[in-house]
């Protein structure tokens, strides 16, 4: 597995001051929180199903912003990664990499849109 990026969580005039980390592999998205109990969530590149950015005012000025990620994961079906540096180019490169992922692993979104609970069977006969 290859680090392709890592931040911190960017707390008051944008410092990485807190105890959340993000890190994206060629393979994963790991989300790792706290500093005496520690929780880690990771999630599947190709399980990511949307990708977006969010940016105010104040974070502008501090040059962080925030990027929402929806995925097709039971347990983490949508987080934010808060206030990294570079968020804009970050959420590129997400996206590129779960592109990469998909093709190498022939996987389509549409494979994540429904299991088969969602959707009426066709009448047998």
Known sequence: MVQLWSDKKRTIFALPLSFTKYTLTDEKLLVRKGFLSISE???RLYRITDVSF???LRD??????NIHICSADKTLPEFDIMRV????AVMDQISEVVENVRNEKRV?????????ADFPHPPIG
């Open 54 to 56: 969010h940016q105010n």
């Open 41 to 43: 969530d990771e999630i």
């Open 60 to 65: 502008r000025i501090w040059g962080v912003g």
């Open 85 to 88: 540096k570079n968020a804009r």
């Open 108 to 116: 389509g979104v549409n494979e994540f849109m429904a299991d088969g």
